[in-house]
């Protein structure tokens, strides 16, 4: 289980259905972010990262997608192609309007609204130790890097010619590399792993801004984060894995940031 997977979490439906005689995905009904992405950004001629589905039509508010056939797995994600395509993403200059912006809610209250879903001798342990990250959350958002915000393994798949594609766009925003590197990397995995995916992504952008420390810092700090946001997403819309979710959480959540307290 990915920690960081927001998959099956977005409001839209996605079913795969045939779209003038071919295999194709509709998807909707999309939130402004995705649909000012499908129908704006990736049909600008300047637009730099992953491959994106082709767009087949629209729909009342949905779209057809093109099919991808071969889904990328978590043990899959430590590419140059992937993390090559993320870093042109973030490179590139094209401006957003704000108001298409997905925003990250990572704030002191979330985590309280979180951690009434912790056993009750996890919850004074947790915030001791994620407090920190919260403080210091304003300079992992404040970067104008356009960042992709949910790039798990289960929004990715490969075209028959083995090109790398990403779908999910629900979470466009900006802020730090990092909050699009720790979706990639699987479990709640330690520094070492990070650092290893971070290299990689450094070696595909000459000149990247950010260095290898900061990144790494800065990938576990999301890590962190978006656990909570996950929580608070699986109970407040009563997913129906929200209970498995929760117990793979406090078998390790706890354990796991006290592994990476030195790292704050």
Not at 40 to 51: I, K, T, V, Y
Request: hydrophobic share 40%; charged share 20%.
């Amino acid at each position: 289980m990915n920690a960081t997977d927001l998959a099956a979490m977005g409001q839209a439906r996605v079913v795969q259905q045939t779209f003038k005689g071919q295999r194709a995905i509709l998807k909707g009904p999309l939130g402004q972010t995705e649909g000012y992405f499908y129908r704006e950004l990736a049909q600008h001629p300047d637009f730099q990262g992953p491959a994106v589905p082709e767009v087949l039509g629209w729909q009342d508010g949905a779209v057809w997608l093109e099919w991808i056939p071969t889904p990328v797995a978590a043990d899959e994600t430590l590419s140059a192609d992937l993390l090559g395509s993320l870093s042109r993403l973030h490179a590139q200059s094209i401006t957003v309007p704000d108001e298409y912006l997905f925003h990250f809610d990572w704030t002191p209250q979330q985590l309280e609204r979180s951690l009434a879903h912790f056993p009750a001798e996890q919850r004074s342990p947790i915030r001791q130790k994620i407090t920190p990250w919260y403080r210091d959350v304003d300079a992992l958002l404040a970067p104008e890097v356009l960042i992709s915000g949910d790039s798990n393994h289960g929004n990715w798949g490969r075209r028959a010619n083995g090109e790398a594609v990403l779908f999910d766009w629900e979470r466009l925003g900006r802020g730090s590399p990092a909050i699009d590197l720790a979706p990639l990397i699987p479990g709640l995995s330690g520094e070492p792993v990070v650092t290893r995916y971070v290299r990689l992504y450094r070696s595909t952008w000459p000149g990247c801004p950010w260095s290898e420390t900061t990144l790494v810092r800065q990938v576990l700090q999301t890590m962190a984060l978006v656990v909570i946001e996950v929580v608070n997403i699986l109970h407040d819309r009563a997913n129906a894995e929200a209970q498995r979710y929760q117990q793979w959480f406090n078998q390790r959540y706890l354990g796991w940031l006290e592994s990476i307290s030195s790292s704050n």
